[in-house]
Nanobody, 115 residues
């Protein structure tokens, strides 16, 4: 069972930046594509960004393209999400998982963007 621990969330003003981290357990991490997802109350969890196992390829949702940057460090079993030019609509709980997502999710980290 993979364990995922997200961190780095907080309160930030619109236009600001925030960096998230996701620490994953398990040796399979370095061979898995990983992604970030987010969810707001009453809505389905949505895809934000993904990165291939070696970091060579990335994919972003249109809503964050050009503002967010996903990266990973396989030596540390960690995936990162750098979020810039934040908007109020980015407010959500952010989760990481494999891509496609496995059945186990972490607790997520809350990002609140004030306008």
């Amino acid at each position: 069972q993979v364990q995922l621990v997200e961190s780095g969330g907080g309160l930030v003003q619109a236009g600001g930046s925030l960096g998230l981290s996701c620490a994953a357990s398990g040796r399979a991490f370095s061979r898995a594509a990983m992604g970030w997802f987010r969810q707001t109350p009453g809505k389905e969890r949505e895809f934000v960004a993904a990165i291939s196992w070696n970091g060579a390829n990335t994919l972003y949702a249109d809503s964050v393209k050009g503002r967010f940057l996903i990266s990973r460090d396989n030596a540390k079993n960690t995936v990162y999400l750098q979020m810039n030019s934040l908007k109020s609509e980015d407010t959500a709980v952010y989760y990481c998982n494999k891509v496609p997502p496995g059945p186990y999710w972490g607790e997520g980290t809350l990002v609140t963007v004030s306008s």
